[in-house]
């Protein structure tokens, strides 16, 4: 029983490693896709603009605006 135990865990176990080696896969090729859309970006939007509109998406991980945070502030 603990020999068939031992043997569901590592199948688990190289279940999991599988699952991550996959995540990271999917998220360097989307690093790579987000790169490309920046670097395009660049060519019709200015510096100021594009720093303001990642800092619209990723402040904490999440979509909020520029504008919902200054409101906030008063």
């Not at 020999?3 to 490693?17: A, M, R, T």
């Not at 594009?50 to 998406?57: Q, R, S």
């Not at 504008?67 to 502030?73: D, G, K, M, P």
Request: hydrophobic fraction near 30%; glycine fraction near 2%.
């Amino acid at each position: 029983m603990v020999e068939h135990k031992l043997g569901y865990d590592q199948d688990v176990i190289e279940s999991l490693e599988w699952m991550i080696t996959q995540h990271e896969s999917k998220r360097s090729y989307l690093e790579e896709q987000i790169e490309i859309y920046r670097k395009e970006l660049k060519h019709h939007i200015s510096d100021d603009e594009l720093k303001k509109l990642e800092f619209d998406i990723y402040r904490n991980g999440s979509l909020v605006s520029s504008s919902e945070i200054e409101s906030q502030a008063l």
